[in-house]
């Protein structure tokens, strides 16, 4: 089953395992899907991986993205992540640094270095500052709900 991890970088295989070991059946059999491109819908209890599944393999396309263009990566997000329950999005949140901060820390002991990814959480509980910052520096992930995401893409800069 480990074998569904080769695609990933080392860095991103080795935290994986690391950690967790072996995959679950729902992250086994969604990663080849999902590394595909093809649209993919996981069913399966909750604690299985499902979240896992989904992000783990686009955090490592946005790190391979990031690393590869340097200098002269284009800020913008690159991962979008959108809940309907506003609290939800503050769990994937807290569940999303703990991955990638083991991710460069793998890669560091590996000898390759990855750079930091920022993530953020926008809702309309959002203070306008960080609204403001954000259409400055936006992150590469973004965590929002759908009126949110409305909001944003309908708005006038």
């Not at 990933?8 to 899907?33: D, I, K, M, N, Y």
């Not at 590869?68 to 690159?78: K, L, P, S, W």
């Amino acid at each position: 089953m480990s074998d569904v991890l080769d695609a990933f970088l080392p860095s991103v295989r080795g935290w994986f395992c690391e950690t967790f070991g072996e995959p679950t059946p729902p992250q086994a059999e969604g990663w080849p899907a999902i590394q595909r491109g093809d649209n993919t819908l996981i069913l399966s209890p909750t604690g299985s991986g499902k979240t896992l599944a989904a992000f783990l393999w686009g955090v490592d396309e946005l790190y391979r993205e990031v690393a590869q263009a340097g200098e002269t990566y284009e800020q913008g997000v690159r991962l979008l992540y959108v809940s309907p329950l506003k609290a939800l999005n503050n769990d994937v949140e807290r569940n999303l640094r703990a991955p990638l901060a083991g991710i460069r820390r793998a890669a560091k002991e590996q000898g390759a270095p990855l750079p930091r990814l920022d993530v953020l959480v926008r809702t309309g509980d959002t203070p306008q500052s960080d609204r403001r910052r954000m259409v400055k520096h936006p992150p590469h992930i973004l965590i929002t709900t759908p009126e949110s995401l409305y909001l944003i893409l309908t708005s006038p800069v």
